[in-house]
């Protein structure tokens, strides 16, 4: 996945790649990470919980302003026993 | 018939690992240190230009979704398959399904967001909070020799053209 973020961020449009294993994008390097330490098949979190994927979307897209070049973002948040709340102003 | 129970026993090990790996993370993380990736030295970069209620997003996927109208991934095939699907932006997700057995997409079929978050971004647009939901593409991960190199010289490109073309800002991708 972070060779084909490589390939598009070449052509000129900004990427952001969510990644639960951090030694493969320590070596693919893609132009942003954010990697969270989930199972395979669960980038945004759990099914049904939107305060998750929310804030998992949240700092995905708002990375892309700040990352640099090759950074992997590690918020820390555990597979469970953690608390979200829809970030402000993303009620929809 | 070598290559036959070759073939058939390395998907087994995919399926099964893959399973494992969707279960136990603490595994996935000793499998993702001793993985060989292809390794860069350089990073890309193209800062973002717009601000995010003006840019324009679109989703990739390697976890395998694609339309239920669409031919499903090729699961047959060890080595992985290289193709791409698009997705229209307007695509009621109702109308998606996954073609992967390398991990465990149960959770994904309950509630795609977790994997390919379209009707999420659908309603930040919606909203204003960003600026519009372009055609998204789809790949199926784990894909080798000699298949990574079409993905790398002919399908990737293709779809950055293709996004490029659709005048996307920005991509989020999201693995199996």
Redesign the interface.
């Known amino acids: ?24 994008a320590e ?5 942003r990470t954010l990697h969270l ?12 919980n ?1 305060a998750q ?2 804030t998992v ?1 949240y700092a ?3 990375s ?2 700040f990352a640099e ?2 950074e992997i973002l590690e918020p820390g948040w555990r ?1 469970r026993r953690e608390t979200y709340t829809i970030p402000a ?2 009620e ?1 | 018939m070598t290559d036959d129970w070759r073939n058939r026993s390395l998907k087994d090990l995919y399926r099964l690992t893959g399973q494992i790996f969707s279960q136990l993370p603490a595994l996935a993380r000793l499998w993702g240190g001793a993985y060989r990736a292809l390794s860069f030295d350089t990073v890309p970069f193209t800062p973002m230009r717009k601000p995010l209620t003006e840019a324009r997003f679109a989703l990739v996927t390697t976890g395998g979704v694609h339309r239920r109208d669409q031919p499903p991934f090729d699961m047959v095939d060890p080595r992985g398959d290289p193709t791409y699907r698009r997705i229209p932006a307007d695509t009621p997700v109702a109308d998606l399904t996954i073609t992967h057995d390398y991990y465990d997409h149960t959770d994904a079929e309950r509630d795609l967001n977790i994997l390919f978050p379209l009707a999420l971004m659908r309603s930040l647009a919606q909203h204003g909070i960003i600026g519009g939901v372009a055609d998204c593409y789809s790949f199926m991960g784990h894909i080798e020799p000699p298949h990574l190199e079409t993905l790398l010289r002919q399908t990737a490109p293709a779809v950055a053209s293709f996004l490029k073309q659709e005048q996307v800002d920005a991509v989020l991708l999201t693995p199996a």
């Open positions: 996945m972070g060779l084909i973020a490589r390939i598009i961020e070449d052509a000129g449009i900004s990427t952001i790649c969510i990644v639960s294993l951090k030694p493969i070596q693919v390097r893609p132009p330490a989930w199972p395979f098949g669960h980038p945004l979190g759990e099914p049904g939107r994927q929310m979307l995905a897209l708002h892309l302003y070049p090759g597979w102003g993303w929809v």
